[in-house]
């Protein structure tokens, strides 16, 4: 019995870690799999914060390694790069309270993922990064919690 529920908690935070699913996929998993609420926003929140640290500092060097030895991701990452500053205007605008919003809002390619990577293009140090990618993403566990556990 604690085996499957340590499994539980430990599906609802590796999956609010993944890139593009993160809090906004965990907190209605965690609902599924029948967790109670508080769990499932400590759950999905830790796991979400997890990879930011690593993605702002080592994101930009792993980045710039490859460019470097596999001409091709060139392309991919000049792509990257223009579809994350189209989504990057309110962080252009509003700095770090856009990074906030640009984390705290649960629409698809938003997140902590995306703000991190924002976060490098626009050269913002890592604590001020750290700091608005984390409250971002205790917003958006409020806000998917609330409306996955009681709307």
């Known amino acids: 019995m604690i085996l499957e529920e340590l499994y539980r908690y430990l599906v609802v935070f590796i999956t609010a870690a993944l890139p593009v699913v993160e809090l906004r996929g965990a907190i209605p998993l965690a609902r599924t799999l029948g967790l109670e609420p508080?769990?499932?926003?400590?759950?999905?929140?830790?796991?979400?914060?997890?990879?930011?640290?690593?993605?702002?500092?080592?994101?930009?060097?792993?980045?710039?390694y490859l460019e470097k030895e596999i001409t091709f991701l060139q392309r991919f990452f000049a792509w990257l790069d223009n579809r994350t500053h189209k989504r990057s205007r309110n962080v252009e605008k509003y700095g770090m309270i856009g990074l906030v919003l640009l984390t705290a809002i649960p629409l698809p390619t938003t997140g902590a993922w995306t703000?991190?990577?924002?976060?490098?293009?626009?050269?913002?140090?890592?604590?001020?990064?750290?700091?608005?990618?984390?409250?971002?993403?205790?917003?958006?566990?409020?806000?998917?919690?609330?409306?996955?556990f009681w709307w």
């Open 38 to 64: 508080p769990i499932s926003f400590i759950l999905a929140v830790g796991g979400n914060i997890l990879p930011v640290a690593p993605l702002l500092l080592l994101l930009e060097p792993v980045r710039n």
């Open 115 to 148: 703000a991190s990577l924002v976060a490098i293009m626009f050269k913002i140090s890592f604590w001020p990064s750290f700091s608005a990618i984390c409250a971002g993403v205790v917003i958006a566990g409020v806000v998917v919690t609330t409306v996955t």
